[in-house]
């Protein structure tokens, strides 16, 4: 049976809804969704790998995990990742003000950039939390927990303002004057906060794949540079965050370099008695964190700019296999999956 003009029609439409981006796409909206695994929709509409860097939560629309998880991108060098059985709606998408609300269960929230001119909010049991520097926060609607590994929040709530730093969290529950208290890192870096480190480790290498090849290491540069911001790698079917100038650390440690730095990706200890490099796993954990020895906890986000031999020569390592065709980390349906 021949189909309809009308249904092949439809169909060309919807197509390229459903297709992930090119090299050389524009950047995306906040609230693109860049990650899924198991059970993850927007509404009544369940998500497929398919969806990973087209679909976009809108205001006024949730996004809900079952037994699964997600990760969306706010505005460059923000991510958001979701746990299992959380609902957590877009409010705002916009540049300049980018608010989600957490209904239900638990989001980590990675700030490698953050500019003033950001108002980067997350809401939980009626309060409004605005993150103000690069670092890493974990938000619990459950427990009414708001916990600051690294970085600084501003939390409103019933007309006063707290301030919670880093290694303090606040609980929302508590009687009485609400005020910040220490935490031990340690002991909240359960299998969320590993899941959540495990993916920023495949966005760095996603990061030194795109940034050589925007430097043109292959023999061509796939489109247009226009510095810092979001970039898609088809070759690890992932948006990855690539810094316009010099190197950075994320808070969980993974190196994310500039076109002109990448050279010297995947190695460190350039300058200090030769080279060394790492591979990528679930079990490895970065050899650098600003401020102190190799942990698996959290470091601080670090920036080593133009001529910072420093922040070269120690950053993380990455594995020299598959960056030509997106291995040795993750690839297809999403990127979350190693070999």
């Known amino acids: 049976m021949k189909r309809s003009w009308s249904k092949m029609l439809g169909g060309f439409l919807l197509a390229p809804l459903l297709l992930n981006p090119a090299w050389g796409s524009g950047p995306?909206?906040?609230?693109?969704?860049?990650?899924?695994?198991?059970?993850?929709?927007?509404?009544?509409?369940?998500?497929?790998?398919?969806?990973?860097?087209?679909?976009?939560?809108?205001?006024?629309?949730?996004?809900?995990?079952?037994?699964?998880?997600?990760?969306?991108?706010?505005?460059?060098?923000?991510?958001?990742?979701?746990?299992?059985?959380?609902?957590?709606?877009?409010?705002?998408?916009?540049?300049?003000?980018?608010?989600?609300?957490?209904?239900?269960?638990?989001?980590?929230?990675?700030?490698?950039?953050?500019?003033?001119?950001?108002?980067?909010?997350?809401?939980?049991?009626?309060?409004?939390?605005?993150?103000?520097?690069?670092?890493?926060?974990?938000?619990?609607?459950?427990?009414?927990?708001?916990?600051?590994?690294?970085?600084?929040?501003?939390?409103?709530?019933?007309?006063?303002?707290?301030?919670?730093?880093?290694?303090?969290?606040?609980s929302l529950n508590a009687t009485g004057k609400l005020k910040s208290q220490k935490f031990d890192k340690t002991a909240y870096t359960d299998d969320f906060y590993r899941w959540a480190s495990l993916r920023s480790s495949y966005l760095a290498e996603a990061n030194v794949d795109a940034a050589r090849r925007y430097a043109g290491a292959s023999g061509f540069a796939p489109a247009v540079w226009y510095g810092d911001g979001w970039y898609w790698n088809p070759g690890f079917d992932a948006y990855t965050f690539i810094p316009g100038d010099g190197i950075f650390f994320d808070p969980f440690g993974w190196g994310f370099y500039s076109p002109w730095f990448a050279f010297g990706a995947p190695y460190f200890g350039y300058g200090y008695g030769g080279y060394h490099h790492q591979h990528f796993g679930p079990g490895y954990h970065p050899a650098y964190r600003p401020g102190g020895q190799s942990t698996a906890f959290v470091g601080h986000a670090h920036s080593g700019g133009a001529g910072s031999t420093g922040g070269f020569s120690r950053g993380s390592g990455f594995s020299a296999h598959g960056f030509s065709s997106g291995g040795g980390g993750f690839h297809g349906g999403g990127g979350g999956r190693g070999r």
Do not use: C, W
């Open 28 to 170: 995306p909206q906040p609230g693109t969704i860049n990650y899924i695994e198991g059970q993850v929709s927007i509404g009544a509409q369940a998500l497929t790998e398919n969806s990973v860097g087209s679909a976009k939560l809108a205001a006024g629309q949730s996004l809900s995990t079952q037994s699964g998880r997600a990760e969306l991108l706010l505005t460059p060098g923000i991510i958001l990742r979701v746990n299992n059985n959380s609902s957590i709606p877009m409010v705002s998408p916009g540049l300049a003000d980018t608010i989600m609300t957490l209904n239900k269960g638990r989001a980590i929230v990675e700030v490698n950039q953050i500019r003033p001119q950001n108002n980067i909010r997350i809401g939980e049991n009626s309060a409004s939390t605005q993150l103000e520097k690069a670092g890493l926060y974990d938000f619990d609607a459950d427990r009414g927990l708001i916990r600051v590994f690294d970085g600084k929040a501003v939390v409103q709530l019933g007309g006063h303002q707290i301030e919670v730093k880093s290694g303090r969290q606040l």
